[in-house]
Structure formats: structure tokens, C-alpha cells
């Protein structure tokens, strides 16, 4: 079941890679929130129940409702629906998301450990292969924040892969998370301005 | 014991500046800390190698980086008591607030003694430098406000991806702890592909509190916006902790066979860093952007020392001292040169000696002193890293360098020059509306004199206590 959980996770990181409208950015952020939960509920069955719970309470209900919520409102409030600025055109995004799928396959070959799947692990690095190529080839604020977005995924993953073995590292990861949640979306996010979205007033 | 008074005290200062209800009294919470903090600087040298709190150890880095950030606190506060002298209260106590706040984060991630306890710190440090920054409430301190997060939080992320595959090295079994002793165990004899990659996910995640490539350009955007006194700490104090999680990596994997590696990969960055800066420093047209410019130069001196080794350890230590000391200095001045010209472009700046004898003197000195020309501290060990790069062999690296600082001397020393003595390139002459006392100059004085001093002498103390922090790097 895990196994199908993480398919699915890869899947909708080919669908970020190609997608043009923020609607369905919001979506598939509200999306990997669901998968993690399911993940980490089948995985970590070693890790202590008030940890688990903890787990649970971020993915479903921080990464799955509170973001996309959040997000929405930016959204909203910015008036931008699809991501006109795009450096890079969308059939070139899908390969370059390809190419990323079959380099992290290749890489989570080559490092190969006991302590980890390398499925996990192949995703993993594709999440994050994922993240940093949406804030590369895009120019919109809201792009970047779902870029970064995605990297805590990919930050949640690895932890969550090798989780069973280090439960505290996954707390640290929850930290990462609510921190720059709260404070990016919340405070930053909502603060920033249509026109400021393209940020050009510092530069040399 | 200390500490966790230090910590409780922190905690309940910077409270109690954010509901003060007079500005004199917030000033005397800010006093009372930066004494606290100077206390806990002179208990960490008396206990120098003992562990408080289980995670945090006064060693030599820690006790080094923690002195200097004792030796800038009451600068800091007295600038920034200037700074914010017309702000509303709540302003006012917001920004002292974020201060004790950002002090006390850097002090924790100094004493650190696990990967994990200094990467929370780190993570909070850019929480408090997020409010520090964005005190002006401008639009473009919003975008500076915001650049700084983001990337930094990127860049936090991508350490944190660092330290799981730190995780990785332990054996099944183990509880990895992610101590630096327990590290240090373990990394001799782990897989080096694990190192490697660890390796390059901390270097890419601290540089961007470091300041250097490929993470610098969020530093340079924060500089020009924040407040001078904060930019002094972005610069150095803040640079350091950056620097400390490299260091403190580079320093458990030196015994094992990445080394080579690790060495090219400073190395890399520290070039690249060089070229940038230089290239940037030719065209900028911001003050404090090509003094930030100079601080990314720096580091990027820093990352080359400890990548050659042998005497580069010792140099990249003394530099990182003594390029706390001369930077934050110089960008006290700023917060006077805005004053008097109202501007930080450099366009719009000149006559800046005649119209601020005080002022033009400190940047003048401050100049000499950055740029490592004799009498300066600063060329003590640039020449030492230049020694090493001869002795190490490494021509084409010693080239590169030599011809990226004379770029870095001619940008820099001809833009002070024109600030100081030439009339504005823009419409109009500078008028000076608003009085500034010669005696604010005082404190970037004794810190630009004890960078000279150092080029004469170096206390033993101080000799002593970097050869203990580069006792465990190869020779």
C-alpha cells in the first residue's frame, strides 16, 4: 500500500512540473498532505504514539488544509491565476522533470543503504530535484513559495524515510515546517502586495 | 548554570522590552543584556571545555565567536539606540526586542555541541533578523524582508538534508545523536559518498548565513535595507555562525578521506565568491551593497584558508576575528553617513570628510583596515593564506586571488575616495541637516584600532585559544 502512496506522490510531482494554473498547484500542495499522512502512517509504526499523532495533526492538517487555505488566500488576493511568467515552457518542463525522475532513480542506486529504501529515497531526491526546478523556472512569488513549498516536502520524506530510526529528526522537520509556514504564508505572504510580485527594487 | 541563566535572562529581557512602556527602560533592558552577555563571554573563557545544559560546550571556536559577538554588543545597542531614537515606542521595543532575540539565538548556535541544537538556532536566528530587517516598514524592506526568508529558509532546509544524511552514517542500531563527539567517531569510517553529499548540503545550507557562493545574494539584499547597526551584525557576527556550521562539519570529516574533497569544494566556492564580489564591487552603486560586496569578498578569503590548510586554519580563524571588528565598524558609519547625506547612493555622496571630519576619518581607516593594507590586522592573515597557497602548490589559486583583490582594492578604495573628498556626480551639493556628534565615531575607533593593533600584536590568549580550535585538523 505504501508502495502504491509513493507512486502516486511521484506521479503528482511530474503533474507540478508541467502545470500552469495556481488553482491546481493549491490542489496537488493539498494532495501531498493526504499522501504524507497515509505514508507516515503506514511506515512509522515504531515511532511512539504521541509522536505519530503529532506526524498525523501536521500533514493533514497543516499541510493539507491550513497551506492550501493560506495559499488560496494568496491567491485571491494577488488576482494572478496561471503562471504567464514562466522562463521555461511547459513540454520543456516535463522532460527536465523526467530527466530528474531517472537521475534521483539513478542516484538513490548508487546510495544504497541499509538504513533506507530506495524508493524513499529515489523520491525523495525527485521531490527536491522538483522544488528547486519550480523556483528556478519561474518568476511569480507564489511560484517560489510553492517551490519551497515542495522542498519541505522533500525535507518531510527523507526524514520520514529514515524516521523509524530517528523520530527526532522528523520532529525537527515538523518545526521546519510550521516555522517557515507560519511565517512566509501567514505574515509575509499575505502581506505582499499584487505589484510587488515580481520582486526587481533590489537589485545592483 | 550560567548559561541557563543567560537563556532565562534573554528570554525575560526581550519580553519585557516588547511591552515596555518608555523608551529609557527598553534602553535599560538592552544595557542589561549585552552586560549579561559580556558576563557569559568572560565565564566561557574561565570555562573554557566544560558543557552546560548537556548541549551546548565552551570550546575554542565557540568561546572565539562568542567573545567577539560580546565585544560588538554594546556597539550594537548604542547605534541602534540612535538609530531608533524618533521611532514610535512600539517600534522602538519591537526592534531592541529582536536584538536581545537575535543575540541570544547566535549565542546558542556558538555553543552548540549536536548538529541539530545548532541548526535550531540557525533556523532562529533568521526569525529574528526577519524583524530586524523589515523594522522600517518600507516596501522595499518587505521584498529585502522577504528574499532573506525565503532563500534562507531554502537554504536551512537544504542543511537539514545535510545533518539526515549525517544521520546516515551511524550503523544500525546506534541512536545517532548527532553530536560532534559522536560524529567524530563515526565519520573516520563511514561510507565517504555519505560524507561527500552531507558535506556539500551543509556548505550549500550555511552559506547562506555566511555569505558565501552560491547562497550570497541573500546577504547583499538585507544589507542595503536593514538598519546599519543590524547590517553590522548581519556582517560579522551573523557570517560567523554560517562559518561556525562549515567549520564545525569540515572539522569532524578532516580525519577521514574526504578531506581532498572537501578542500576543493571550499576552495570553489571561495573563488567564485572572490569573482562575484569583485565583479559587483566594480559596478556597485550602493555604499552599504558594496560593503556588503566586501564581507562576501571576505568569506569567500575565509572558505579558500581553510580549504588550503596547514596555516590556513589559523588565518581563516584570525580573519574571521578580525573582519567582525573591522566590518561592523565600518557599518556603525553608516548609520552616521545617512544622517549627514541623507543617502546611501553613491552618486548622491561626497564631501563626506569636509562635511564630517569624524565620520571620514573612521571610513577612510575602515578602508585601509578591510582591505588588509599594512597597518591592518587583516594582512596578517591574508599574507598567511597566501604563504599556504605557495606552499600548498596552489599556483593557479594564489593567481585568480591576487587578481581578484586588486579588482576588490581599485573598487573599493576609489569609491571611499570619491565619498570622502569628491563633490556629489548628481545635481546639487550635500547639505547637512542633522547634527552628529564626533563622539559617536568613538566605538568604531577601538574596534578599527584593535584590529591594527593586532597587526603588531597578537596576545597570547588569543594565539592559544585558535590553536585549540584547529588542534583536531590535520597539520
Redesign the interface.
Same mark, same amino acid.
Given at each position: 500500500m505504501v508502495n502504491y502512496l509513493i507512486v502516486t506522490f511521484a506521479v503528482t510531482l511530474i503533474y507540478f512540473a508541467s502545470a500552469e494554473r495556481l488553482s491546481t498547484y493549491v490542489r496537488l500542495i493539498a494532495l501531498h498532505g493526504l499522501l504524507l499522512c497515509g505514508i507516515a502512517v503506514f511506515e512509522l509504526k515504531e515511532v511512539n504514539l504521541v509522536n505519530l499523532l503529532f506526524i498525523i495533526a501536521e500533514t493533514l492538517f497543516f499541510k493539507a488544509m491550513i497551506l492550501p487555505w493560506l495559499l488560496g488566500r494568496i491567491i485571491g488576493r494577488s488576482g494572478v491565476t496561471r503562471v504567464h511568467r514562466q522562463a521555461v515552457p511547459g513540454f520543456y518542463m516535463l522532460l527536465f522533470s523526467i530527466a530528474g525522475l531517472l537521475i534521483s532513480v539513478s542516484l538513490a542506486r548508487?546510495?544504497l543503504?541499509?538504513?533506507?529504501n530506495t524508493i524513499y529515497l529515489a523520491i525523495a531526491l525527485f521531490t527536491?530535484y522538483t522544488g528547486l526546478l519550480l523556483?528556478v523556472t519561474h518568476q511569480l512569488?507564489i511560484s517560489?513559495?510553492i517551490g519551497?513549498l515542495v522542498?519541505?516536502n522533500?525535507?518531510f520524506f527523507?526524514?520520514l524515510a529514515?524516521g523509524s530510526?530517528?523520530p527526532?529528526?522528523i520532529n525537527?522537520?515538523i518545526?521546519?515546517d510550521l516555522?517557515?509556514g507560519a511565517?512566509?504564508l501567514g505574515f509575509?505572504g499575505l502581506?505582499?502586495k499584487p505589484h510587488?510580485n515580481e520582486?526587481t527594487?533590489?537589485k545592483? | 548554570m550560567m548559561l541557563l541563566i543567560f537563556f532565562i535572562l534573554s528570554i525575560l529581557l526581550a519580553g519585557f522590552a516588547l511591552l515596555s512602556p518608555g523608551k529609557a527602560i527598553t534602553k535599560g533592558i538592552a544595557v542589561v543584556f549585552s552586560a549579561s552577555l559580556i558576563a557569559l563571554a568572560i565565564h566561557a573563557w574561565i570555562n573554557t571545555g566544560s558543557t552546560e545544559l548537556s548541549y551546548f560546550t565552551f570550546d575554542g571556536t565557540s568561546v572565539l565567536l562568542l567573545s567577539v559577538l560580546a565585544l560588538l554588543t554594546l556597539p550594537t545597542v548604542y547605534h541602534g539606540f540612535i538609530y531608533t531614537r524618533d521611532d514610535t515606542l512600539k517600534r522602538f521595543n519591537i526592534y531592541h526586542s529582536g536584538l536581545i532575540g537575535l543575540m541570544t539565538f547566535m549565542t546558542g548556535a556558538y555553543l552548540a555541541n549536536t548538529m541539530?541544537v545548532l541548526? !535550531?538556532f540557525v533556523?532562529a536566528t533568521t526569525?529574528a533578523v +526577519?524583524v530586524l530587517i523589515y523594522h522600517d516598514r518600507t516596501? &522595499?524592506a518587505?521584498? +529585502?524582508?522577504?528574499?532573506y !526568508?525565503?532563500i534562507c529558509?531554502?537554504g536551512? +532546509?537544504?542543511a =537539514? @538534508?545535510g !545533518? @539526515?544524511f549525517l544521520?546516515?552514517i =551511524?550503523g544500525?542500531g546506534d541512536t545517532?545523536n548527532l553530536s560532534f563527539s559522536s560524529l567524530s567517531q563515526v565519520a573516520a569510517k563511514a561510507?565517504p @559518498?555519505?560524507l561527500k &553529499?552531507a558535506f556539500v548540503f551543509v556548505v550549500v545550507g550555511f552559506s547562506t548565513k555566511m555569505g558565501l557562493f552560491p547562497m550570497h545574494t541573500v546577504t547583499i539584499?538585507a544589507h542595503?535595507?536593514a538598519p546599519p547597526p543590524v547590517s553590522a551584525l548581519i556582517s560579522t557576527t551573523l557570517m560567523n555562525v554560517g562559518f561556525l556550521g562549515i567549520f564545525r562539519v569540515y572539522s569532524l570529516f578532516a580525519s577521514s578521506p574526504v578531506l581532498p574533497f572537501m578542500n576543493s569544494v571550499l576552495m570553489l566556492a571561495g573563488v567564485l565568491s572572490l569573482l562575484i564580489a569583485a565583479g559587483?564591487m566594480l %559596478? +556597485? %552603486?550602493?555604499v552599504k551593497?558594496m560593503l556588503a560586496y566586501s564581507s562576501f569578498e571576505n568569506m569567500g578569503l575565509v572558505a579558500i584558508a581553510l580549504g588550503i590548510g596547514g596555516q590556513g586554519y589559523y588565518a581563516s580563524l584570525l580573519l574571521v576575528i578580525l573582519h567582525s571588528l573591522a566590518k561592523s565598524s565600518l557599518f556603525y558609519q553608516m548609520g552616521q553617513l545617512s544622517r549627514i547625506l541623507h543617502t546611501f547612493r553613491l552618486d548622491e555622496c561626497g564631501k563626506y570628510m569636509k562635511l564630517y571630519p569624524a565620520g571620514g576619518a573612521v571610513l577612510l581607516t575602515g578602508m585601509i583596515t578591510i582591505l588588509a593594507i599594512p597597518p591592518s590586522g587583516m594582512f596578517i592573515p591574508e599574507f598567511m593564506i597566501f604563504r599556504a597557497m605557495v606552499t600548498g602548490g596552489q599556483w593557479l589559486v594564489l593567481v585568480v586571488s591576487v587578481i581578484l583583490l586588486t579588482f576588490v582594492i581599485y573598487a573599493m578604495s576609489t569609491r571611499v575616495m570619491h565619498i570622502s573628498f569628491s563633490p556629489p556626480r548628481g545635481e546639487g551639493t550635500p547639505v547637512m541637516s542633522d547634527v552628529v556628534n564626533p563622539a559617536e565615531t568613538i566605538s568604531q575607533f577601538v574596534l578599527l584600532g584593535l584590529v591594527i593593533a593586532a597587526c603588531f600584536y597578537q596576545p597570547p590568549f588569543l594565539v592559544d585559544m585558535i590553536s585549540k580550535s584547529i588542534a583536531i585538523l590535520p597539520k
Open positions: 548508487i546510495l543503504n541499509p538504513f533506507i527536491l523556483i512569488i517560489h513559495l519551497f522542498v519541505e522533500a525535507v527523507f526524514s529514515v530510526e530517528m527526532m529528526l525537527i522537520g518545526l521546519l516555522f517557515v511565517l512566509i509575509f502581506k505582499l510587488t520582486l527594487m533590489l545592483d | 541539530t541548526w !535550531i533556523e526569525l +526577519a516596501e &522595499i518587505l521584498e +529585502a524582508t522577504w528574499k !526568508i525565503f529558509s531554502t536551512i +532546509a537544504l =537539514y @538534508l !545533518i @539526515l544521520g546516515l =551511524y544500525r545517532p561510507d @559518498l555519505y &553529499i539584499d542595503s535595507v559587483y %559596478k +556597485a %552603486k550602493h551593497r
